[in-house]
């Protein structure tokens, strides 16, 4: 059963420092891996999505990685902003759902941005 | 478009009291789901819809039932709730991930979310 998993928890950074938020996931069986945001009291606002064949995916100051090899995806988030604080969640799908995306979730890292 | 649109957006049930969560999306989409969100957890998918007509069963399907009769509307549908079915509830819909959409068939699209509590 694919299980996936974000750290850190939560996180508090100042105004303007880069970050890293790191996703690991147990079956490398995946077809796709995307990052989404949520913000308190909304839905979900898919980020980047990543193919299984594919190393990096970049959205303005947003760049995504994954290795599927060892199971594990970062997101890496420049020059942050107050705007940027929200819980991140990355979600893969399995190879094995047809054109379904049956996703797979991670429980989360909540960003805070500091002035 | 309003994109995805989730009715009510909150709700106090008593323990074996039954609803209906609205789920409705005016993009055409084929594909839509249901999701929960219990707190400091992951979504968990608890059904899906290929198509009007069809549904399947997702991760956590106990205690739910869905229909969709319509391309657009996809209820859920609480017979017994019980304390355990406390969560947010997520609908999301997309288009069919078959290659043939290239970006465009990859995405979901989420609701803003029901929040239920079951007392």
């Known amino acids: 059963k694919q299980e996936v998993t974000q750290i850190p928890a939560a996180l508090s950074v100042p105004e303007g420092e880069n970050l890293v938020l790191n996703c690991s996931f147990t079956d490398s069986a995946i077809y796709n891996l995307q990052w989404f945001r949520q913000d308190p009291g909304k839905g979900l606002t898919s980020l980047l999505l990543?193919?299984?064949?594919?190393r990096e995916q970049t959205s303005g100051r947003l760049n995504a990685s994954l290795d599927k090899s060892s199971g594990r995806s970062t997101l890496y988030i420049a020059a942050s902003q107050p705007g940027d604080s929200a819980t991140y969640l990355c979600a893969v799908r399995p190879t094995n759902t047809g054109t379904a995306s049956k996703l797979t979730f991670g429980t989360g890292t909540r960003l805070q941005v500091t002035l | 478009n309003a994109g995805v649109t989730q009715t009510p957006k909150f709700r106090i049930l008593k323990i074996g009291q039954s609803m209906t969560l609205q789920c409705t999306q005016d993009m055409n989409h084929n594909y839509m789901y249901w999701y929960r969100q219990d707190p400091g957890m992951g979504l968990k998918l608890i059904y899906y819809s290929v198509g009007a007509g069809i549904t399947d069963k997702g991760e956590v399907p106990n205690g739910y039932n869905v229909s969709r009769s319509t391309t657009e509307d996809f209820p859920l549908r609480l017979e017994l709730a019980a304390p355990s079915q406390t969560s947010v509830y997520f609908c999301?819909?997309?288009?069919?991930?078959?290659?043939?959409?290239?970006?465009?068939?990859?995405?979901?699209?989420f609701g803003p979310g029901t929040r239920l509590l079951v007392l």
């Open positions: 999301a819909s997309s288009y069919p991930n078959d290659g043939s959409l290239g970006g465009r068939g990859k995405t979901q699209y």
């Open positions: 990543i193919q299984s064949s594919q």
